[in-house]
């Protein structure tokens, strides 16, 4: 027996009262996140992305105001490591910072992203909180 296509009822948006982030909160959450993967195409893209989202959404959306801060401030964060870890090639020990630095942004982006998805606050570790 099949049910008639107007009696199914859609379900009600995501928006929940007891403070979760929306379905699109989190959708812009992750984009703030997944836009650091920019900077693998375009220079400075890994600051570029998560600073276009910042500031498109920060004043209607406070789950994206939080995490584009928070992903901002990590990719300035891993973008000063790899300056200077680039200096220190001239001494041999940069290159494998450069690996170690690389290898740990991609990892930890992708957590960030898959957290900010799920509605839950990310903080990643060793950033420098320079965006209040």
């Known amino acids: 027996m099949s049910v008639p296509p107007e009696s199914v009822v859609p379900p009600p948006p995501s928006k929940s009262g007891d403070g979760a ?27 570029i992305g998560p600073l276009v989202i910042w500031l498109i959404k920060k004043d209607t959306m406070s789950f994206v105001n939080d995490q584009g801060k928070e ?43 898959i957290k900010a998805n799920e509605g839950t606050t990310y903080r990643y570790p060793f950033t420098l909180r320079l965006v209040k």
């Open 21 to 47: 982030p929306s379905a699109d909160e989190r959708q812009w959450a992750m984009f703030a996140h997944l836009s650091a993967l920019c900077g693998l195409i375009i220079p400075f893209g890994t600051i």
């Open 71 to 113: 992903a901002l401030n990590f990719n300035i964060t891993v973008a000063i490591a790899m300056i200077v870890s680039w200096i220190l090639c001239f001494i041999l020990i940069g290159f494998l910072l450069l690996a170690v630095v690389g290898i740990g942004w991609l990892v930890l982006v992708i957590i960030g992203t």
